[in-house]
């Protein structure tokens, strides 16, 4: 079974700083998918980021990026010129390949809050 | 565009009464799913449809029952609601097996 972390319940951040959440998982598949999930207070769960395995590059999305560490099993997100609106919980999640079902297995989730 | 959308969004039952949430989408996709949220548990997968008259078991199943008669419907009823049931429950499709899946706004429900 899959496990993933994320080791930090709560973090704060100056708005216009820089920061990272930090995840890891476990698992023995060798080609799978990771997410990185936004749940502002309105509770709705928005996509940031996803990343394949199979892909060196660390995908990017406007002021989110991602450092993928296929070997050490990591995958932070950064958020850059951190803005009010990206206070929230985040949530990294782990894929498995199609043919094992499709289940998206998540993390405890970190609060973020940026202050002004 | 309505994409996702669950009804009711907030519910209160009492313990032994059956209740059912409501998931459509608009969206076509043949993948839908249903979580429940617990703090200190993140997000737990109920059960998933692959498509209409396919559903399967996710991690925590017990007590609950899925139907998809249609492809843009999956409605999770809990038989007979127990206070551990009470939950914030998310409803989300996506494409296909390797593809993102869109969440719903979610149905905040209360057992007392």
């Known amino acids: 079974a899959q496990t993933v972390t994320q080791s930090q319940p709560e973090m704060s951040v100056q708005e216009a700083e820089t920061v990272t959440l930090s995840c890891t998982y476990d698992?023995?598949?060798?080609?799978?998918?990771l997410f990185w999930y936004k749940q502002p207070p309105s509770r709705q769960m928005i996509l940031v980021i996803r990343q394949e395995a199979y892909k060196q590059q660390n995908a990017t999305e406007n002021r989110f990026s991602v450092n993928f560490q296929k070997a050490a099993k990591s995958f932070s997100l950064k958020i850059s010129d951190s803005q009010l609106g990206d206070t929230a919980m985040y949530f990294c999640?782990?894929?498995?390949?199609?043919?094992?079902?499709?289940?998206?297995?998540f993390g405890g989730g970190t609060r973020l809050m940026v202050k002004p | 565009d309505a994409g996702i959308t669950q009804s009711p969004r907030y519910k209160i039952t009492e313990t032994g009464r059956q209740v059912t949430l409501m998931c459509h989408q608009t969206?076509?996709?043949?993948?839908m799913f249903w979580y429940r949220q617990d703090l200190g548990h993140g997000l737990r997968l109920i059960y998933y449809?692959?498509?209409?008259?396919?559903?399967d078991k996710g991690e925590v199943p017990d007590g609950y029952v899925v139907s998809r008669s249609k492809t843009e419907n999956f409605p999770l009823t809990l038989e007979s609601a127990t206070r551990s049931q009470t939950s914030v429950y998310f409803c989300?499709?996506?494409?296909?097996?390797?593809?993102?899946?869109?969440f719903g706004p979610g149905t905040r429900l209360l057992v007392l």
């Open positions: 999640a782990f894929m498995k390949t199609p043919n094992a079902g499709n289940m998206l297995t």
């Open positions: 449809s692959a498509a209409a008259d396919i559903t």
């Open positions: 989300a499709s996506s494409t296909g097996l390797q593809e993102t899946q869109y």
């Open positions: 698992t023995s598949e060798s080609n799978y998918y």
């Open positions: 969206w076509s996709h043949s993948y």
